[in-house]
């Protein structure tokens, strides 16, 4: 007899031998994929991002402390990968609480993204009814460098 315990000498792999894991024989699923091909429990970045934004984006419409926001899928110099997040306060009384909820949002939503949430007047539209991410990044801009600067100072 062979040293190999999954296969019986006269009729080859036992088709009822489970591996562990609900894996079938020579390391392969029950349906004859390769068992090791996609790890469970690796991070998919790509799918987590694309349903974190959903997700952001759906809390973002609940809150009752802003009128409008904006996302802004960006890269920045010294930070990286980050969401900038234009909203429109509903008052000038409720920004820092905008703010603060937009920011739990994102935190939920990304953890592992930088986020900016960024108070501004109006987000820019063009004719189409698209954001004008360009216009809402320069108009961020500077409250960003300042933030990055000063880390202390953050805008709340």
């Given amino acids: 007899m062979n040293g190999d315990l999954t296969r019986h000498p006269a009729y080859g792999p036992d088709p009822y031998r489970q591996g562990p894991y609900g894996q079938g024989p020579y390391g392969q699923d029950v349906y004859g ?6 790890d469970p429990f690796e991070d998919d970045a790509a799918a987590g991002t694309e349903d974190g934004y959903f997700a952001l984006e759906l ?4 809150l009752a402390c802003i009128q409008e926001a904006a996302l802004v899928h960006t890269t920045l110099p010294d930070v990286g990968e980050t ?5 429109v306060p509903l008052s000038a009384e409720q920004e820092s609480a905008g703010a603060r909820a937009v920011r739990a949002a994102c935190q939920r939503c990304l953890p592992w993204l930088f986020a900016y949430v ?3 007047d109006s ?5 189409e009814g698209a954001v004008r991410a360009e216009l809402l ?3 961020g801009l500077p409250q960003i460098a300042r933030d990055l ?3 202390v100072a953050m805008s709340d």
């Fill in 149 to 151: 600067a000063s880390p």
């Fill in 33 to 38: 994929r390769d068992a090791y091909e996609h």
């Fill in 83 to 87: 969401v900038f997040v234009a909203f």
């Fill in 59 to 62: 809390e973002l419409l609940e």
């Fill in 137 to 139: 990044l320069d108009r």
């Fill in 123 to 127: 987000i820019e539209r063009d004719v």
């Fill in 118 to 120: 960024v108070a501004v």
